[in-house]
């Protein structure tokens, strides 16, 4: 992309893969940041965190770049992984730490063009791939597979080849099984995360997305159902030069929207890229029934046009995830419910997704109901007076770069965990948790000062289920 300076990362010669190799190197990490943890004394540490917040932060960062720098060079599953702490880090990780974790998500080390150049003859075979005019120099690494630029020769269109690294779908199984005892290790990760669905959420995850057909047909739905909707974009696919493991879209000139160029943007500017962020997001979760789940910065690229409006880039598609449509019923009137401050939809809607028993204690289900209040705030009616003074002013504009949401959320859903019976929730609502708190993380490193209340109460009027 332009713009975009050239890999300075030395290429790896190859990706690990088989059990007994991998799993080395793996047990090698857990025994490192296990130490690592050790030589702190984590458990005074932690209970002693907000004494001593300087040495805390020092603790982290220190096991953010052991991660960094071991998860790069290992790619795959425990690669992405890490770009999931970055996905959450900046609501609960001293900055630096997560700026290392972050960096997984665009430094991450190439692999050498010559096993690239061999994964595409394999893939394409040798006629296919003389038509194009492939630069051995990658301009995007990432955790499954990455990015080189090319010319259809005959025509001059310039192409995007995403290529899946060879025999990384054969670590999964391998990595899987360290990354849980990692997870607990490094102590990232709040009290209360949810480590089992989300390890289960990311193997079947990683699986689909690993699957590059399937992200074809998934990126030519949303291109069409995008196509008509104003200065946002996905590119177009081209099944010719696309296979299993070989994914050949529309080059699109742009940055990243986590890119320094687009803080120094106009506010208005940024502001106008979260509307176009959030009005995909609500057409997602609410029109179409159809979520693109991986909600890290990567995945979200921008331009201005030639009026200076802001154009927003969709990519990467492997981690689409359809709600049924019970579900879909279910979750937007629990959501109407907090919206509009009406406590028997979220109550009808809790209990309709398994949240709620009708044996709930009175206390249990206060809990739950001030719990969906809360993370419907940013949307909230500015009349009700329910949101902090210093978030949100008269005109409804919510100030995500500085709202605490996330914590509060987070100490919220634990007081329920810790004071009631735990409950496992819909798998759906998982991988909605990651969009939602990725969406947060995007609209607050964008520095947004917006009302959002107009788009959503489009996709979910107040009138639905107000005399049901």
Not at 74 to 82: H, N, Q, R
Not at 142 to 163: F, N, P, Y
Not at 188 to 198: K, M, T
Not at 279 to 290: D, S
Request: hydrophobic share 40%; charged share 25%; glycine share 6%.
């Amino acid at each position: 992309f332009r713009n975009l300076a050239p890999m300075k990362k030395k290429p790896l010669k190859q990706i690990q893969s088989n059990f007994i190799g991998r799993g080395f190197r793996l047990a090698k990490l857990t025994a490192k940041v296990g130490a690592k943890a050790a030589g702190h004394s984590l458990g005074k540490l932690v209970s002693s965190s907000d004494k001593n917040p300087e040495k805390w932060s020092q603790y982290l960062k220190a096991q953010a770049e052991i991660l960094s720098q071991e998860l790069g060079q290992l790619k795959g599953s425990v690669m992405k992984a890490g770009q999931l702490l970055s996905t959450y880090g900046e609501h609960f990780l001293p900055p630096e730490a997560n700026e290392l974790l972050m960096s997984l998500q665009h430094k991450s080390p190439p692999l050498e063009w010559v096993r690239v150049e061999k994964a595409l003859l394999q893939e394409l075979g040798q006629d296919v791939l003389s038509e194009l005019a492939v630069d051995p120099e990658p301009f995007a690494a990432a955790s499954l597979g990455q990015v080189h630029r090319a010319v259809i020769k005959e025509t001059g269109e310039q192409l995007a080849l995403k290529i899946q690294y060879p025999g990384v779908e054969k670590a999964i199984a391998t990595d899987l099984k360290f990354l849980k005892m990692m997870f607990q290790l490094t102590d990232l990760f709040p009290s209360g995360f949810q480590s089992e669905a989300i390890m289960e959420e990311f193997k079947v995850m990683l699986h689909q997305e690993l699957d590059y057909e399937q992200e074809a047909r998934e990126t030519i739905w949303f291109h069409n159902q995008l196509r008509d909707i104003p200065r946002v974009q996905v590119p177009r696919v081209y099944q010719k030069y696309s296979s299993k493991r070989i994914l050949a879209t529309e080059f699109m000139d742009s940055i990243p929207a986590g890119d320094p160029q687009v803080q120094k943007w106009p506010e208005e500017t940024r502001h106008e890229v979260a509307r176009l962020f959030l009005n995909v997001y609500m057409r997602e979760l609410f029109e179409w029934g159809k979520v693109q789940t991986d909600p890290h910065f990567g995945n979200y690229r921008v331009r201005l046009n030639e009026e200076g409006l802001p154009i927003l880039i969709l990519l990467d598609f492997g981690a689409v995830r359809e709600l049924p449509y019970g579900f879909q019923t279910s979750y937007r009137r629990m959501v109407a419910g907090a919206l509009y401050h009406r406590r028997e939809d979220v109550i009808a809607g809790g209990r309709s997704l398994g949240f709620l028993r009708d044996e709930d204690s009175p206390e249990h289900v206060d809990v739950f109901v001030r719990l969906c209040y809360l993370v419907t705030e940013p949307f909230a009616d500015p009349a009700w007076k329910s949101v902090p003074n210093d978030l949100m002013d008269s005109q409804g504009r919510y100030n995500w770069a500085e709202s605490d949401l996330p914590q509060r959320v987070a100490r919220t859903g634990t007081e329920l965990i810790s004071q009631f019976r735990l409950r496992t929730p819909p798998r759906e609502v998982v991988f909605i948790d990651r969009k939602l708190g990725g969406t947060f993380t995007f609209m607050s490193h964008l520095g947004c000062i917006i009302d959002g209340r107009p788009i959503i109460t489009k996709m979910v009027p107040g009138s639905e289920y107000a005399s049901s």
